[in-house]
């Protein structure tokens, strides 16, 4: 891993412009974080691939260079869904009722690309009294939520400029756009699809200002292979013809989300550069040390140490530091991944209800959000282990 600048040629996916700055390095990851694996061998076997993080001078924005989309592997066993959290689900049920009321999101008609196991399309639909269709490869018909099928319908498939039903009067894409390598022929095509409807469309993606703030390492993966602040999400849907109604963040910083509406008089600002994202982000190294540095002192010191989260954070986690004698498992409340292992690491992931039998000293959570969430969880089962937020050791 490095992170010194190495300006290379090629063109950015999100602006075109020619000019890249290279400054982040990890070197063989799993391609995908969140797949299941039920055996060490399998999940240590899974290919790998190689981060490059690079920057436009131009436009912000951010991506993995070395990315190889032949690699990518979604479809059954792909298990991403955040829907056994309350503190999520919290969130997820209130963005819904804002969009539908701040919309007039009643009776009409909705499309998600990439709508993972259908939670958020149903939201929407039952709380507008709406009608929707929902495209991901990874989409299981038997674990979707209960729904009305003659309103509501899922594609286990791609979204392409072809699937968009005619009339859609909102389209929304979450936690996705980040997954596309070419952002501005992603983009671009919904704006097509869309033709001359006044369709409002809302995307939302991982806030890269909070990752740099945070030195959040951790939220570094390979299937991320794109990444987004407020400007270069911005001059995105303006180049294609949106217009911008809003951008903010959401979710304790985490996400950034863009309202747009299609606009033939969109406007593209003109973007000036700025060094000030370089310096942010280099830096990634110094917290990378330090996690390093206290995993060592917990392992000499023979504190016994787990992760609260069996997901991509965990991954990424343990891929970059490669310390895992240090961590004796992950925890995770979602039963489909009790008994898996982590790719890349080989670590197991157990229940909150097997902590009692292996108790840990220390338990590092991979998403402060939820810290409060875990008390309660941890407090249920008279457990009381050090719970150490993974923002602990930011600088």
Not at 291 to 316: C, F, M, T
């Amino acid at each position: 891993m490095s992170n010194s600048f190495v300006t290379a040629k090629g063109n950015c996916p999100n602006c075109g412009s020619d000019r890249q700055d290279v400054f982040y390095r990890v070197e063989g990851v799993p391609v995908h974080s969140v797949m299941l694996h039920h055996s060490v061998d399998e999940a240590l076997d899974f290919p790998k691939g190689d981060i490059e993080l690079a920057v436009c001078p131009v436009c912000s924005f951010i991506w993995n260079r070395a990315f190889d989309p032949q690699l990518e592997r979604y479809g059954a066993g792909y298990e991403a869904t955040q829907a056994y959290s309350p503190t999520f689900n919290r969130f997820h049920t209130a963005l819904a009722e804002k969009i539908v009321d701040r919309l007039g999101l009643r009776q009409k008609q909705v499309v998600e690309i990439g709508c993972g196991q259908g939670e958020f399309l149903s939201l929407l639909c039952s709380i507008g009294d709406n009608k929707g269709i929902g495209f991901d490869p990874a989409f299981d018909p038997k674990r979707a939520p209960e729904y009305d099928a003659s309103r509501i319908s899922f594609v286990s498939d791609y979204y392409s400029e072809e699937s968009t039903v005619e009339g859609a009067d909102f389209v929304c894409c979450k936690m996705t756009l980040e997954h596309i390598p070419n952002t501005h022929q992603f983009v671009s095509s919904v704006r097509q699809s869309i033709g001359e409807n006044k369709t409002r469309v809302l995307f939302m993606i991982p806030n890269f200002d909070r990752i740099a703030q945070e030195k959040a390492f951790w939220d570094i993966y390979y299937e991320h292979c794109s990444y987004f602040q407020s400007t270069s999400l911005c001059q995105l849907f303006r180049s294609v013809g949106f217009e911008i109604l809003e951008c903010y963040t959401d979710y304790d910083d985490q996400y950034l989300i863009v309202d747009a509406v299609p606009s033939p008089q969109a406007k593209l600002e003109k973007l000036e550069e700025d060094g000030n994202q370089q310096t942010e982000v280099v830096e990634f190294e110094k917290v990378v040390s330090a996690w390093r540095n206290y995993l060592g002192d917990a392992h000499i010191s023979e504190r016994s140490v787990g992760l609260w989260g069996g997901g991509s954070k965990a991954v990424s986690f343990l891929t970059t530091l490669k310390c895992g004698d240090a961590i004796s498992y992950a925890v995770d409340i979602n039963p489909h991944k009790w008994g898996t292992f982590l790719p890349g690491s080989g670590h197991e992931v157990v229940g909150p209800d097997d902590m009692g039998a292996r108790p840990v000293d220390e338990v590092i959570v991979m998403n402060p959000i939820y810290m409060d969430e875990i008390r309660s969880d941890l407090a249920r089962r008279n457990l009381e282990p050090k719970l150490i937020p993974i923002t602990a050791l930011s600088i």
